[in-house]
């Protein structure tokens, strides 16, 4: 195994080892801090090197215990798990800076932690997991370790009300991990391997009425994760009862996740050769239905939480359009909202601490009081409705382009989006309106100071500010790289459409190696400046 190749499984282990010595540590707050920001780091330079060298020379295989796939279990970074694991290790980065402050503000700096710290890790590890396995089985585990975290980091120091709604989370999340295992278990019998390379050459062998069954199954167990109508129900109702970062770190990946997930094992395992009817309904109607959930909303959390079932049915519209050009815009807007829906849930903790509320009627005149939070408000909040020349505005003119020449059920599911943007800006105006216009309230009293939700002592710690602002300059940067950016997403598109290159590196590792010397990770780190110049990519190609 080369250094290159080593270094795939370093997103996974890194947290993991993280989290363990942040246990070890458990009595310096001070440590647990540094460990936390500098593991997830490191995972953030290694993923940069991970994203060119998968963009110059194909997927990077790593075969874990040196057997090789299909009989043992590979991780795989390629141009999507790659930009996937990049932009949500930013954002998870991002939040814990918020997180740190937050707490020192609340409980003081030698406060240490014996629970968020290594849980916050952990979750890494499986978000990181999820993006690169190259296995059914080991996403099944992934999407486990993932569940664990988010219920303890759900559930901290919060009510007994607010514990019985994140029960809702807990059960639908535990009912989809049986119907996956489940799922898993019908696939190896059937096709006698969990391979996602391997599957998707004997998943043609299967009968079509059996083929079908295994897919719908996996649309509905991702389709959970996702949030996607009608099996979104679970999501606006556990969300806001959890502390800011938290919220904003489960917006911002694990919905993503599910999203990654329904789009590599349908691309990978279930391919077809025109636009999926089924997802371009589901598409229309969670576009639809979120955003006229959000505008009926008087909780700023469950707006947002409704404006994020919304969007997913952005992502599916690509999806289900079933082009390169489909699947190239939804990586594209899957990165934008990432860093876009997590920068909004953020802001709207430092507003609930200077307001002491989350309803939206109950709060005015932030803009005279706060100028500088009205601003981490308005940026994301316009890029969110995608207005130009914002990343927002990027990724949807991508997905209406490849909408637009997919046939007459891709066209009229297009207009849906225009029609979910339209509510989007609607309802992030109303917030404007109400939460920043107007004549200056003050702060109401704080019912449960002890629960991490709403404080009311109109401060806010530095470092939340900083944390916040970092995604809003992210954001900022994936509009003005949208070139660049969107050639490597084209790239991923192809990739993901055309199945080979994915395959080959993994059951075939001498054709799918990348050309020089694969361990050279010195040329990866030095060209990420050249990558994002040269949109083209006229690199090595892989020869499957």
């Known amino acids: 195994m080369t250094l290159l190749q080593a270094l795939v499984a370093f997103p996974v282990l890194l947290p993991m080892l993280g989290a363990a010595a942040s246990v070890i540590v458990g009595r310096r707050a001070s440590l647990q801090r540094v460990i936390g920001v500098v593991t997830l780091a490191i995972v953030c330079v290694v993923a940069g090197i991970l994203l060119v060298a998968a963009d110059r020379n194909g997927p990077v295989v790593a075969e874990l215990g040196g057997w090789p796939a299909p009989m043992g279990i590979a991780l795989v970074a390629d141009r999507m798990s790659a930009l996937l694991l990049l932009i949500s290790t930013l954002v998870t980065l991002a939040v814990l800076v918020y997180a740190i402050d937050q707490r020192i503000s609340d409980y003081g700096r030698e406060t240490a932690s014996t629970t968020f710290h ?26 486990e370790i993932m569940l664990a975290s988010s219920y303890v980091l759900i559930t901290r ?50 009968p079509d009425g ?75 109607l969670t576009m639809v239905v979120g955003a006229l959930g959000a505008i009926a909303q008087d909780d700023l959390n469950r707006l947002l939480s409704f404006l994020l079932v919304s969007h997913i049915g952005f992502m599916l519209f690509g999806m289900a359009v079933w082009t390169p050009e489909g699947i190239a815009g939804t990586a594209l807007y899957v990165v934008h909202h990432i860093t876009v829906q997590a920068t909004l849930f953020l802001v709207s903790g430092l507003i609930t601490r200077r307001t002491g509320t989350v309803s939206i009627s109950q ?136 199945r080979e290159t994915y395959r080959s590196a993994v059951l075939d590792p ?35």
Request: glycine share 10%.
């Open 118 to 143: 290594p849980i916050f890790l952990l979750l890494s590890t499986g978000v990181s997991l999820a993006y690169l396995t190259g296995d059914l089985f080991t996403l099944f585990v992934a999407f």
């Open 157 to 206: 120091r919060t009510s007994a009300s607010r514990i019985r709604s994140g029960m809702t989370y807990v059960i639908v999340s535990l009912t989809s991990s049986l119907l996956f295992l489940t799922a898993v278990g019908f696939v190896y019998a059937a096709t006698g391997t969990v391979n996602l390379a391997d599957l998707a050459g004997r998943m043609d062998l299967l």
């Open 210 to 284: 059996l083929r079908t069954v295994l897919a719908l199954v996996l649309v509905v167990v991702f389709g959970i994760k996702a949030a996607i109508v009608p099996l979104h129900f679970w999501l606006p109702d556990s969300y806001p009862n959890a502390p800011a970062p938290v919220t904003a770190l489960f917006a911002g990946l694990l919905t993503k996740v599910g999203i990654y997930a329904l789009l590599r094992t349908q691309t990978l395992v279930f391919p077809q050769d025109h636009p999926s009817l089924l997802l371009l309904v589901i598409a229309a």
């Open 363 to 498: 709060m005015g005149g932030l803009a005279q009081t706060a100028p500088h939070l009205a601003v981490l408000f308005a940026i994301p909040a316009i890029t969110l409705a995608g207005l130009p020349p914002t990343s927002g505005f990027v990724a949807k003119l991508a997905l209406l382009q490849a909408g637009a020449g997919a046939g007459l059920a891709s066209e009229i599911v297009a207009a849906f989006v225009v029609v979910a943007s339209l509510l989007t800006l609607y309802a992030v105006a109303r917030v404007w309106v109400r939460v920043f216009w107007g004549t200056p309230k003050e702060p109401l009293v704080d019912n449960d100071p002890n629960d991490e939700l709403v404080v009311g002592t109109a401060r806010s710690a530095r470092g939340m500010y900083v944390g916040a602002s970092s995604l809003v300059v992210v954001s900022i940067v994936i509009a003005l790289f949208a070139g660049p950016l969107s050639g490597i997403t084209a790239r991923a598109g192809e990739d993901l459409h055309g």
């Open 510 to 544: 001498v054709a799918g190696a990348p050309e020089g010397d694969a361990g050279d990770t010195g040329d990866a780190a030095g060209d990420i400046g050249t990558a994002l110049a040269d949109p083209a990519g006229d690199g090595p190609e892989v020869t499957p």
